[in-house]
């Protein structure tokens, strides 16, 4: 009786419409919705303004327009100043995928190399890992990345340049000289037999998975595919008659000419990443290894299983579920953190694009929606896979 | 039975000490370094590689330093040389901070230990008055550093060094964490529009580095502030990093949210309490407590990236370090500006962790092996 009343009360009165949850939350979204619309107004009346007064251009036909400036570093895209900034912003995407894509691998081998040793029963070794991690997680990655620029910056110049193997790999101050491969005729038969190769392992790997559920019989599958992925494509080129030859950089005038040459910028900034994000892998590797409750390990030794396997089969599987979602955040971070380079001129994205391209057409909204939008794109990526990865290893629950 | 062998009754016997190759430091060395063949020659590996490090690094930092000295031909120990860094200590520390003034700085440092002291420890006595001085804090140090009031007054511009780290660190944690809640309570709201605002913010900051929001606050802020409104650069960075952290903050926030069991917010709902009431005294005391080591780890991580200022041109421990670095008298003497700043940044930061390390202890209830 008395909740029909206030109900009644509540529905009558317009002093108690703000008494219903539901007006109010209505209120306050339209409130808020309002706030919003007026800030943006303001925003974009005000940008108009400026725009309009400083003479700076809109829209995105700079993309097309010669770009005017160089670009050290272009593995993927051949560049000259008379390419367009549109280009620009390719070879630095290439440039941000290239090195974060090789830091990625490099963070995670090392990682999980010194995470594993972190756990390991030797206090020596231990230590020795525990003090790199503490070391390098607490000092900011710019420092880093400027240290390592400095140390290869202070290499020897180029006239006393350290040669290695009879000039076969040379290194001085301006970066790390390599023979280039040149590959010959039929050359091609070897990637292509690589790829053939790691499709049939994968295969086989599976049909042995098949055979030892149904029937219980075990394959060496990690042996014969090593062998094989290894193996075979060797064996196409030394069939096809080695059609690889490699050309040597020589010394011309003031600089070595040949060959493929590392800048110092790209192996600075590599360097930091990797060292960087290693140390947080080892962390989150050690402890999801210490996650998986100690009585799964002893439920496996007291079922006979050997140290290794107790590992491979009980700890890892259970690890990674806890490892993946903090490695995926460790691989987001190294991507964007690849965006350092514009403090030693490594020409990825942000430093090319949104440096130097920014500062000579001054369209800062198109050029920093742009560089932003590339990497949402990347970052959404990067979980999407990992989210499926991760959906894999997932506790199957009923 | 032997004659050596003592007798004792039932229940007598005493506790011997564990035999010698069981317990005490031969045992640990035996166990911990020398089990096996394999663990033998890892510690040798490992000695070997420790005397290598080390060796170095000494010879590097204390034997073949140079420390007192005029110019960089005095360096001639082949170690490295510090001269770089006592010339341009104060820089270091205050920037172009006019020198007269240089108390100011030191004094908004001590009040700044003051000020932290009982926000990071709860036996303090009088914790509430001092916590009273920590929120005013801020605005003392701003006054203290920016002048006014018959001080004379220091332009930001002049502010560097150590001391603008310092500023852009405290600022971003000061600002980040209100901003951080609100945005965790938006993106658990019932509104949907309220909700998806905040997942947008946080989403987006969340995946884009922290450079292009720098350079978004110092490219195209001034484009977004009617004509005659300017931010200082300072201000603007702090925009920028502030709106980063809180970013950070709100997921750090939100998981403490995610642990607080629903019971918590029907039994808050059952006592009467509104909204901000319930979260006031019942839910964000509970779910802060919780988080409070992500939290500590998201302010290291806010301290190291505030270096990033310098590449928008703020003159921070980098930025001067860069200027010590270009110096035509110290050329090539970046490693020693950089280790030394790292030092710096390892001081604050390692302490910051060994700090959440024992917070996390003293909040950890649960089982440990």
């Known amino acids: 009786m008395s909740a029909e009343t206030a109900q009644n009360a509540r529905r009558s009165g317009g002093a108690s419409l703000f008494t219903d949850q539901r007006f109010r939350s209505l209120f306050y979204q339209a409130l808020v919705v309002g706030l919003l619309g007026a800030f943006i107004v303001f925003i974009v009346f005000n940008t108009a303004h400026n725009i309009e007064k400083r003479g700076i251009k809109t829209g995105f036909d700079f993309l097309s327009a010669p770009a005017g400036y160089d670009i050290a570093i272009s593995p993927f895209l051949e560049y000259t100043s008379q390419h367009s900034h549109g280009r620009v912003f390719l070879v630095g995407l290439f440039n941000t995928l290239l090195v974060s894509v090789l830091g990625v691998i490099a963070a995670t081998t090392l990682g999980v190399f010194l995470g594993v040793l972190r756990l390991s029963p030797n206090w020596l070794i231990s230590r020795i890992v525990y003090c790199y991690v503490e070391m390098t997680r607490n000092v900011p990655l710019l420092l880093q990345i400027l240290l390592w620029y400095a140390i290869f910056l202070g290499l020897p110049s180029v006239k006393q340049s350290m040669s290695f193997f009879d000039d076969t790999f040379i290194l001085n101050k301006r970066g790390l000289i390599l023979p280039e491969p040149i590959p010959g005729d039929g050359f091609m038969l070897v990637p292509i037999v690589f790829v053939v190769v790691l499709i049939a392992s994968f295969i086989f790997a599976r049909w042995a998975r098949k055979t030892q559920e149904t029937t219980g019989k075990t394959y060496p599958v990690f042996l014969i595919n090593t062998a094989m992925i290894i193996g075979l494509p060797l064996l196409a080129f030394a069939a096809t008659g080695f059609p690889l030859s490699f050309a040597y950089a020589e010394l011309k005038g003031f600089n070595y000419q040949g060959g493929m040459s590392i800048k110092p910028e790209f192996t600075a900034l590599w360097f930091a990443l990797s060292l960087y994000t290693a140390a947080f892998i080892a962390e989150t590797v050690r402890a999801g290894i210490q996650s998986v409750s100690h009585g799964q390990t002893e439920a496996a030794e007291a079922l006979g299983l050997r140290p290794g396997r107790t590992m491979s089969l009980v700890i890892l599987p259970q690890a990674l579920r806890v490892i993946i979602p903090p490695m995926t955040s460790q691989y987001l971070n190294l991507t964007k953190n690849s965006s350092l380079a514009v403090a030693i001129g490594y020409p990825d994205i942000v430093q090319s694009f949104g440096g130097v391209t920014l500062n000579q057409t001054g369209q800062a909204i198109e050029v920093i929606f742009i560089t932003m939008l590339v990497y949402l794109t990347i970052s959404l990526v990067i979980s999407t896979v990992m989210n499926w990865y991760n959906n894999r290893v997932r506790l199957v629950e009923r | ?369």
């Not at chain 2, 082949?78 to 104060?90: K, N, S």
């Not at chain 2, 009040?111 to 916590?131: S, T, W």
């Not at chain 2, 030092?343 to 390692?350: A, T």
């Open chain 2, 1 to 369: 039975m032997s004659l050596t062998e003592q007798q004792y009754a039932p229940g007598e016997h005493p506790d011997l000490p564990a035999p010698l190759g069981e317990a005490g430091l031969i045992a640990w060395f035996k166990k911990r370094l020398f089990s096996s063949v394999g663990n033998t020659i890892l510690t040798i590996l490992a000695l070997y590689f420790l005397y290598d490090v080390l060796s170095t690094v000494i010879f590097w930092t204390l034997i073949g330093a140079t420390f007192v000295g005029e110019t960089k031909a005095d360096c001639t120990l082949g170690g490295a040389c510090w001269l770089v860094i006592g010339d341009r200590f104060h820089q270091f520390m205050y920037g172009l901070y006019p020198k007269s003034e240089y108390w100011r700085p030191n004094v908004t440092f001590v009040l700044m230990i003051v000020a932290i002291i009982p926000v990071l420890f709860d036996k303090i006595p009088h914790r509430g008055k001092f916590l009273l001085f920590s929120t005013l804090f801020p605005f003392i140090a701003f006054f203290l550093l920016s002048g006014g009031l018959g001080m004379e007054t220091v332009d930001s511009s002049d502010w560097g060094g150590l001391l603008l780290t310092l500023v852009l660190g405290v600022t971003g944690i000061v600002a980040s964490f209100p901003i951080g809640i609100v945005l965790a309570l938006g993106r658990r709201s019932k509104m949907p529009i309220v909700r998806v605002l905040c997942v947008c913010f946080i989403e987006f900051v969340r995946g884009v580095p922290l450079i292009t929001i720098l350079f978004m606050a110092s490219n195209m802020l001034p484009l977004f502030l009617p004509e005659g409104v300017n931010f200082d650069k300072l201000l603007r960075a702090l925009i920028g990093v502030a709106l980063f952290s809180s970013a950070y903050m709100a997921e750090v926030i939100r998981g403490g949210l995610q642990a607080i069991p629903k019971g918590q917010f029907e039994g808050a709902d059952a006592m009467g309490l509104s909204y901000w009431q319930s979260m006031r005294l019942i839910i964000l005391p509970q779910a802060l407590r919780i988080v409070i080591p992500g939290i500590v780890n998201t302010f290291i991580g806010l301290y190291k990236d505030t270096t990033l200022v310098s590449i928008i041109g703020l003159f921070d421990l980098i930025g001067i370090g860069q200027v010590a670095v270009a110096d035509v008298k110290w050329r090539g003497l970046a490693p020693e500006t950089y280790v030394f700043i790292a030092l710096l940044f390892f001081i604050s930061c390692f302490s910051m962790s060994r700090y959440s390390l024992w917070l996390e202890n003293k909040l950890h209830t649960g089982h440990k092996r």
